[in-house]
């Protein structure tokens, strides 16, 4: 067990509607990462929140936004969801130094049909 | 930009035999080197990391030396067992932002 929590475990929705994915980070880990892995596309970072202010973007679609609050809790949010955004969304946590190692949730499996 | 390149899988090995997972990268400055596994169904869990080079990351018999001049962070492990089939990553991150990760290498063990 990472210690970082993520909520809910599956989703299935339809295309064109909107869900929000949750992550808990690990206790006192400032940082907050979002990741999707899909079959064509593997592993890529989204976006990285640290102490509530966005500190790094990657491959996160315009439809799609983030954010870290007060507890240090993090959502993800995506809308106008296409067939193609199906795939597992992993949260990551680590502390304020830049030699921590992150740590993985148990990740979202969405499927939208 | 900065990448990670590892062996295309799958790789299927017998129980005991010795593994080599292949990864290399490209990347300007002194990035830190990981290694990720994920068992079926589950999120990625830190196998082993080097921060610097010359650097040997190690645990439960998997071990991987940083090495600079060849930009190469290769996995070994000495005898492998069943438990260990699963997906390796191997990763890159520069100021622990915007981690890169090869396209990962399933193992599969047979007994």
């Known amino acids: 067990d990472s210690g970082v929590t993520q909520t809910p475990k599956h989703l299935i929705t339809a295309t064109g509607q909107r869900v929000t994915l949750r992550c808990s980070p690990r206790?006192?880990?400032?940082?907050v990462y979002w990741y999707q892995q899909s079959l064509d596309q593997g592993l890529q970072f989204l976006i990285q929140?640290?102490?509530?202010?966005?500190?790094a973007k990657g491959n996160i679609l315009e439809r799609f936004s983030a954010q870290q609050f007060p507890d240090l809790h993090s959502e993800l949010n995506l809308s106008s969801l296409e067939l193609g955004d199906s795939a597992l969304y992993f949260c990551?946590?680590?502390?304020?130094?830049?030699?921590?190692?992150?740590?993985f949730g148990p990740g979202t499996r969405l499927t939208v049909l | 930009g900065d990448s990670v390149t590892q062996m295309e899988g799958p790789v299927t090995l017998s129980e005991e035999a010795f593994l080599t997972i292949n990864c290399t990268y490209t990347?300007?400055?002194?990035?830190?080197l990981f290694w990720y596994v994920q068992y079926p169904g589950e999120g990625l869990q830190l196998l082993l990391k080097?921060?610097?080079?010359?650097d040997k990351g190690s645990n439960k018999g998997f071990e991987a030396t940083y090495r600079k001049e060849t930009t190469s962070f290769h996995l070994e492990k000495g005898s492998v067992q069943v438990s260990d089939s699963a997906v390796y990553f191997c990763?890159?991150?520069?100021?622990?932002?915007?981690?890169?990760f090869g396209a990962g290498t399933r193992l599969t063990v047979k007994p």
């Open positions: 990551a946590s680590s502390g304020s130094r830049s030699t921590d190692t992150q740590y």
């Open positions: 206790s006192g880990d400032l940082s």
């Open positions: 929140y640290y102490n509530g202010e966005e500190r």
């Open positions: 990347a300007t400055g002194y990035p830190s």
């Open positions: 080097a921060t610097k080079a010359d």
């Open positions: 990763a890159l991150s520069k100021r622990n932002n915007d981690m890169r």
